[in-house]
């Protein structure tokens, strides 16, 4: 049964620092590429982050350049993203996603279920 789980969301302060964590099970971790994803209340889900899947390669949406990093660990199956200087602007629910190409078969992707992410004084 695949699962992606996510936790580490929160209400913190504007200008602090969370850390959220994504810990998969059920395929091979390895073998996808990893993103972090976020939702707005009333906006569409949008890209945050993604990491190739040795972690030798990352991008970033313009938003959080130079505040968030994304990071990932083959051996214990988990992906992660350290937030910095959050801004309210980064209340979240923030989605975990696995995304493999089969070339001309296609595509698949999983899914977390999300955790919140709150930014307010």
């Known amino acids: 049964q695949v699962q992606l789980v996510e936790s580490g969301g929160a209400l913190v302060q504007p200008g602090g620092s969370l850390r959220l964590s994504c810990a998969a099970s059920g395929f091979t971790f390895s073998n996808y590429a990893m993103s972090w994803y976020r939702q707005a209340p009333g906006k569409e889900r949008e890209l945050v982050a993604t990491?190739?899947?040795?972690?030798?390669?990352?991008n970033y949406a313009d938003f959080v350049k130079g505040r968030f990093i994304i990071s990932r660990d083959n051996a214990k199956n988990g992906m992660y993203l350290q937030m910095n200087s959050l801004r309210p602007e980064d209340t979240a629910v923030y989605y975990c996603n696995a995304h493999r190409v089969f070339g001309s078969l296609g595509a698949r992707d999983y899914w977390g279920k999300g955790t919140l992410v709150t930014v307010s004084s």
């Open positions: 990491i190739t899947r040795a972690g030798s390669s990352t």
